[in-house]
């Protein structure tokens, strides 16, 4: 059974950072590109990144501006966005999907997490 | 950049009933399209890929059609497990999604 399941979200203040992981399970992780997607309060879903199956290829939203990464580590199946400078508009809760196709159907997703950013 | 319309953005039914969701995209994808279902405080699931295939495990009362610009969700009786919010998809665009809820 294919399972994704996100940890590291959180209360954090604006200009901090924080690293959400998301575990992999009942698949071949390392032949699938993986995503990234939020969901802010009470509105709809925004791609935030993708990466492929070894890493060297990683594409962002323009909005994001250098902000955020998305990395990944094959050996322990699992995948990361490491999210700094933080805003008050980043506050969602991230999803992390699997991804197939040549236009990026996410056919499994995580729970989801919440990423709180506040003072 | 693709822009993904949906319509209507608020459809109200009751049990039973047929539910029709559009889906318009700016330029054509040709067939590329997925939609997806969510229900509140879960993720999303996929439902629909390359515009009318179902995805393992989705009841066959979900189906999709459409190619090039215009995609149509349809669920033929709506069951009570039914109501919730549907997104089409493609590539990085989602579009805004539509909100079936109970008459």
């Known amino acids: 059974e294919v399972q994704l399941v996100e940890s590291g979200g959180g209360l954090v203040q604006p200009g901090g950072s924080l690293r959400l992981s998301c575990a992999a399970s009942?698949?071949?992780?390392?032949?699938?590109?993986m995503s990234w997607v939020r969901q802010a309060p009470g509105k709809g879903l925004e791609w935030v990144a993708n990466?492929?199956?070894?890493?060297?290829?990683?594409y962002y939203v323009d909005s994001l501006k250098g902000r955020f990464t998305i990395s990944r580590d094959n050996a322990k199946r699992s995948l990361y966005l490491q999210m700094n400078s933080l805003r008050a508009e980043d506050t969602a809760v991230y999803f992390c999907?699997?991804?197939?196709?040549?236009?990026?159907?996410?056919?499994?997703w995580g729970q989801g997490i919440l990423v709180t950013v506040s003072s | 950049e693709i822009v993904l319309t949906q319509s209507p953005a608020t459809l109200s039914l009751s049990p039973g009933e047929r539910a029709t969701l559009s889906c318009r995209a700016s330029?054509?994808?040709?067939?590329?399209l997925a939609w997806y279902q969510q229900k509140p405080g879960q993720a999303p699931r996929l439902l629909i890929y390359?515009?009318?295939n179902t995805a393992s495990g989705i009841p066959a009362r979900f189906s999709g059609s459409g190619s090039g610009t215009d995609f149509t969700l349809t669920i033929s009786s709506l069951e009570p497990e039914d109501f919730a919010v549907f997104y089409c998809?493609?590539?990085?665009?989602f579009g805004p999604g539509t909100n079936v809820n109970i008459k």
């Open positions: 330029q054509s994808v040709r067939s590329k």
């Open positions: 999907g699997r991804v197939r196709g040549d236009y990026d159907v996410r056919d499994y």
């Open positions: 009942g698949f071949t992780f390392s032949t699938y590109w």
């Open positions: 998809q493609h590539s990085r665009f």
């Open positions: 990466i492929n199956e070894d890493g060297s290829q990683r």
């Open positions: 390359d515009a009318s």
